[in-house]
């Protein structure tokens, strides 16, 4: 592997999106005609359908969650929230021909399993009576935090078809798991992994954080040893996004415990090196699969793709967002449903979808969108297949941004020449900062920080 010279890319840090869209969502705006204008184009797309569903309850809170999450413990809160979710997908079958076929769908959270099993069937079963053209090869997947899911639950999704899941497990040091109030011992993981796999679940992620409080090189060692020794076939290491002027319960983290960028880089470097010598290949910007997996041969195709739930073999969808904040992405538009409860509940009652704010991309968004989400997923740029699908002059279009990009050729980072952008395999640690030069957006924001996390 390369060597990396971690003073100088440590310099690269700075506030910048996680591109899981373009526009970012700070660029979504609550606005009539957006809203009308989608609506419209749920009715025209024909495009295979891929389902969000947030089920945003959590029992307590982990310090250093950016998800969108309640906090409760009350069983009448669950139910009602079902009845809500029927009552959206009623709506939405207005509107949108749901025997399109579903090849795609996703239980996101919050935590899904603090759903009983009895609960999870009764939402999978209504699903199911919506949206009736499930495909036979659908990839299904739920998100669990392994301290919740008990033997029926997994009987229930297994049952129905769910065959991946994603476990949160952030980081199994003691000092790191009390400082962000998630205490979860390896014994419990291993049990929740090992009921997943009686039960079939044919593909198993795991996720980590790296940046969060104590951290430092060698426990994240001990981390990643442990999780080895659960052979999931697919990793996300995530690097913390500390945005402590958004979400609350940020704040209870001592800013002095975060690991420096420096420190961080070596973290990833070491974790990309050993994943690496333990069969796994890095996919995109923080995910790692086996090389038999389908991300990976996706990527030696160049056709991985990304969106809300991070990397997928899966484009040219429809993603719709069912539930409280989820988010939908179309042909032209990005649209987010409300944020807090109680405007939900009134949207939905007043048989109105619950959708809030989105953005209807420009010629220009969808153009730097294809940029950015190509850097994001693939690390290169095929130009002479991008001017193709856009009918534009690289180049040209450009022009500014070429002369931009500079800075990281001289830094060894990325090469560029007429027919395409590669990036090193030090430029994919920082491969945010690269697509942030083509992001139209960007110059609104470079004056405030509070805006995004840090790109390192
Ligand atoms: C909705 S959460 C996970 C589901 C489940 N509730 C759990 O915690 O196990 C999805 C993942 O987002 C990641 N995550 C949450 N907050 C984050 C943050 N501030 N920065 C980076 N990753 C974060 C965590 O790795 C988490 O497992
Ligand atoms: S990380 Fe998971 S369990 Fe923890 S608060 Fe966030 S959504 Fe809930």
Redesign the pocket.
Known sequence: MENIDFEKIGRFSKAGPRYTSYPTAIEFKDSDEVREEYIKELKTLKTPLSLYFHLPF?RSA?Y????N?LYTSKAEKRLRYIDYLKMEMDILKKYLDTNREVIQLHF????PTFFTADELSEIIGYIKTTFTNFSDKAEISC????RYLDEEQIQVLTKNGFNRI?????DFDEKVQTAVH?IQPFNVVEDSVKLARKYGISSINI???Y?LPFQTLETFKQTLELSKKLNPDRF?I??????PWL?KT?RKIDEHTLPEPTEKLKILKYTIDYLNDNGYKMIGMDHFAKPDDELFLAIEKGELHRNFQGYTTKGGTQLVGIGLTSIGDGERYYIQNLKDMKSYEESISQGKLPIFRGVKLSDDDKIRKDVIMELMSNFKLNISRFEENHQVKFFEYFKDEVVNLKQFIDNDILTIDKNSIEISFTGSMIIRNIAMIFDGYMKKHSESKKVF?KTI
């Open positions: 959590c982990c250093f969650c950016g998800c999450v996101g959270g919050g935590t998100e669990i935090d392994p994603s476990f949160g497990v952030q998630r996720d980590l954080i940046g996300a995530f690097n913390y996004a500390h945005v979400m940020m996390s």
